[in-house]
């Protein structure tokens, strides 16, 4: 310890200011052995170690958060409020939280990734396998199973939705769209007989 209210570095042998080093309550007097800056070269080396990778910090302009996704610095009007993280921001910008957010969920409720995603819209050559006009960006599934049938447009992933997934009922719309009514008679009071 300096008389001068510094303290010396015990990794790069440094005379520095107590501002320098970080806290730690077990020490003697409250500060990391080490500074800073060498405490950031030790843990970069022993994540390194492991085999993982430290991102590099990136000095950023105040009012602004570099997304680590994009990796891009952005304004805070780009981000989301978190109250739960230390400085009050989403992890990621809107951007690219609204990406994960939507590879997630395809993930969790269809078990489709990126890449099985765009091979099933390649596959149908990214129309609407109903209407083939519209892009194809929905999926389409079995509400029973589960199974994956395919991807439709907004539309017409609708209107199956709409039939309940009842093919009686989309061939009788289909036939009624034709010109065929198939309107009920009425065999006695509350009692309907539909044309076969």
Not at 129 to 143: Q, T
Request: net charge positive.
């Amino acid at each position: 310890m300096n008389e001068s209210g510094g303290r010396r570095c015990s990794r790069c042998k440094q005379s520095l200011s107590r501002a320098a080093f970080a806290g730690n309550k077990s020490m003697p007097d409250g500060l990391q052995a080490y500074c800073r800056a060498c405490s950031a070269e030790y843990y970069r080396q022993r994540q390194e170690a492991k085999g993982k990778k430290v991102r590099a910090k990136v000095q950023v302009p105040a009012g602004h958060k570099r997304c680590p996704q994009c990796e891009i610095v952005k304004p805070h009007s780009a981000w989301e409020r978190n109250n739960s993280s230390s400085d009050g921001w989403a992890s990621y910008c809107r951007a690219c939280r609204a990406e994960r957010n939507r590879v997630s969920y395809y993930k969790r409720k269809y078990g489709l990734g990126p890449v099985e995603l765009e091979a099933l819209r390649q596959e149908q050559r990214g129309v609407c396998c109903i209407c083939l006009s519209a892009p194809a960006e929905h999926v389409d599934h079995c509400h029973e199973t589960g199974r994956v049938r395919g991807v439709l447009c907004f539309s017409c992933n609708a209107a199956l939705g709409q039939f309940k997934d009842r093919p009686d009922a989309i061939r009788r719309a289909a036939a009624y769209l034709e010109g065929n009514a198939w309107k009920p008679t009425l065999v006695a009071p509350g009692v309907y007989r539909l044309p076969s």
